[in-house]
């Protein structure tokens, strides 16, 4: 089972940018489709951005044309760019497949926070 380890956020203003790295652990990673999923406070988690084993992105409405997902098989890393952020990206960012019947168990994930 794969293993995520988020790092990258942190306090930022409106229309600045953060990029997040997620680094997994296991030998099953360069084959699966990874998600960056996010969960600010009260509101459920949701997935943002997903990029398959071949590299091909898919993102949320609300970050499209703001966020780009890469990976670096090599490196076992997953990265997301995040441009002109906004106050409502604010949230606590998370990695993992994005397989639901697969998911490993959710790491502590890196805090962003956006000020107005």
């Known amino acids: 089972q794969v293993q995520f380890v988020e790092s990258g956020g942190g306090f930022v203003q409106a229309g600045g940018s953060l990029r997040l790295s997620c680094v997994a652990s296991g030998t099953t990673f360069t084959i699966t489709a990874i998600g960056w999923y996010r969960q600010a406070p009260g509101k459920q988690r949701e997935l943002v951005a997903q990029i398959t084993s071949g590299g091909s992105g898919n993102y949320a409405d609300s970050v499209k044309g703001r966020f780009i997902i890469s990976r670096d098989g090599a490196k076992k890393t997953v990265y997301l760019d995040m441009n002109s952020l906004k106050p409502e990206d604010t949230a606590v960012y998370y990695c993992?497949?994005?397989?639901?019947?697969?998911?490993?168990?959710w790491g502590q994930g890196t805090q962003v926070t956006v000020s107005s």
């Open positions: 993992n497949t994005i397989y639901s019947a697969a998911w490993s168990p």
